[in-house]
């Protein structure tokens, strides 16, 4: 803007235009333009202390003045929008410019506009969200010190590894000390992060660890499977660090000093004797660490979080994710797969293939070339347990299984009464069910040979010799018994004359049948 002040001030002083103009930094015509415009309005120095160059140019040049007064947006709304995913100031730059127009003012350009947004977010102690915004990664490691636990009996001293997460936007970090730096204890770091912020972040930003990344890559890493099985529980990504670029998340990178100082070694003179413990006075000190007032701004990394970033997160899943471990096993002749000494079925189709166990706390299960073919509730206890699905088994096992006492009871049930009789008879008289069961099959299989009308009659008449029942008796009477047959069809006449008389064919064979 012009100097309209310094201009009529260096003119009462009577210095030539040509040094009004090199001390104001403008021309000449715009020194003479100004002086002219103030004569003719009778304004004169000196001024009021009030009177800036803005209202002296609305006095002066009452048409550039509205030119000028143009559209600026609320930023407060601008704000908020940044805190949305996928939303930029050149995005929101493009929808004000449209505003504007269709009101007929006219727009800041780009570049004023993200000078007003930075001012803005100065003046106002706001949280720059240009390249991080609320709840769009949680950075993830292991502290580079340890701490220790000692065994209360042996003495012998334990170490402890601490794992960090920590939010960029609020910088609300969470810790949680273990005694491996193994897959379970990583896992369970990241449940227990998402459980203390309350919510879930879009994406999860680790370092190229063993446990996490089986092969890094700038492009497309390949995620450990369990860790991949857990970003899609808590519907996350993960988008690992690339190799000794600890640039990629340095939040986390300058929380993990921050607590080397804050908790290790703030607790390095107390002594305990339990993880639990450790991870109590940890808690402590890291509440303490999370309500530490910032140093630059006004808040600390806690009320940052609760107005900033808490809103954003997504909701945590209606169940917490189980931790499984994968493993490969051969399908043996008996249709069933080892696991922790304990056997489960797989259909018998599968037989010699290699097939994938997924075993969690409470299930295990059975995939063939990432399709699930089988699931179990876990066993516990007894060595040598067997847990098997009647689908599971083939055609002829399937017959076995089902040959039961309720089995051959509607078995006899549909042949007739003297039939269900025997096989009642049978099962209540046997002194062994096993051997029970074997006879009643026997007896069902003489439904194959003779009718139901034949054998339903020989029950009855075995009934009547003995409440005893045989299966040699069954067998007699059907074999010499001609009245047993007395309903059959013919057909069935003819097969019994067939036996009776040797290899006679009978008349009916050679087209007499009158005879």
Not at 102 to 109: A, D, H
Not at 380 to 386: A, L, M, P, R, W
């Amino acid at each position: 803007m012009v100097k309209y002040r310094e201009i009529l001030r260096l003119n009462s002083q009577e210095v030539t235009k040509r040094g009004i103009a090199s001390s104001c930094r403008c021309s000449r015509n715009t020194i003479t333009e100004v002086l002219e415009k103030a004569k003719e309005k009778g304004i004169s120095w000196p001024l009021p202390e009030e009177m800036g160059d803005k209202e002296l140019q609305k006095l002066l040049f009452p048409e550039k003045h509205a030119t000028d007064e143009r559209y600026l947006p609320d930023m407060d709304y601008v704000h908020r929008e940044m805190a949305k995913n996928g939303v930029t100031l050149s995005l929101l730059w493009h929808e004000y410019v449209l505003v504007s127009r269709n009101g007929k003012t006219i727009p800041y350009s780009y570049r004023q506009f993200c000078r007003a947004y930075n001012q803005f977010a100065v003046s106002t102690k706001a949280t720059m969200r240009i390249k991080r915004k609320p709840a769009e990664s949680l950075e993830v490691d292991w502290a580079g010190s340890s701490m220790e636990v000692k065994d209360q009996e042996t003495g012998e001293i334990h170490p402890v590894y601490l794992f960090v997460a920590t939010l960029p936007c609020s910088s609300y970090s969470y810790v949680e000390g273990f005694y491996s730096m193994d897959s379970l204890s990583w896992i369970t770091g990241h449940i227990h992060a998402f459980e203390f912020i309350g919510g879930v972040t879009r994406t999860v930003v680790p370092d190229n660890l063993k446990t996490g990344v089986e092969k890094p890559s700038p492009t497309e890493p390949i995620i450990n499977r369990t860790y991949q099985e857990l970003a899609e529980h808590y519907q996350t990504v993960i988008l690992p660090a690339r190799v000794r670029k600890p640039k990629d998340k340095p939040s986390v990178e300058g929380t993990v000093g921050i607590i080397t100082t804050w908790i290790i070694a703030s607790l390095r003179n107390q002594v305990f004797f339990s993880l639990h413990e450790l991870n109590e006075a940890v808690r402590l000190k890291l509440d303490e660490f999370n309500q530490k007032e910032f140093q630059k701004k006004k808040g600390s990394r806690l009320t940052a979080f609760l107005e900033e970033e808490k809103f954003a997160l997504l909701p945590l899943p209606a169940s917490q994710y189980e931790m499984a471990h994968w493993k490969k096993a051969i399908v043996q002749l008996d249709y069933h797969i080892s696991e922790d000494k304990m056997y489960y079925s797989v259909p018998y189709e599968y037989i010699k293939h290699v097939v994938e166990i997924r075993v969690t706390r409470t299930m295990v299960e059975v995939f063939f070339k990432h399709f699930r073919i089988a699931s179990h509730k876990r066993l516990f206890g007894k060595e040598g347990q067997t847990e098997t699905t009647f689908d599971h088994l083939p055609p002829k096992h399937q017959q076995f299984v089902t040959f039961t006492p309720a089995h051959f009871i509607e078995w006899g049930v549909s042949i007739g009464p003297s039939t269900e009789k025997a096989v009642r008879t049978i099962l209540q008289n046997g002194t062994n069910e096993k051997q029970a069961l074997k006879l009643c099959l026997a007896i069902s299989k003489l439904g194959i040979q003779y009718s139901e009308q034949e054998l339903e009659v020989a029950c009855e008449k075995s009934l009547s010799f003995s409440p005893r029942m045989s299966l040699n008796t069954i067998k007699t009477i059907l074999k010499t018994e001609r009245d047993v047959i007395t309903a059959s069809p013919s057909r069935n006449k003819n097969i019994s004359l067939s036996k009776e008389h040797g290899f006679v064919r009978g008349a009916d064979y050679y087209g007499r049948k009158n005879k």
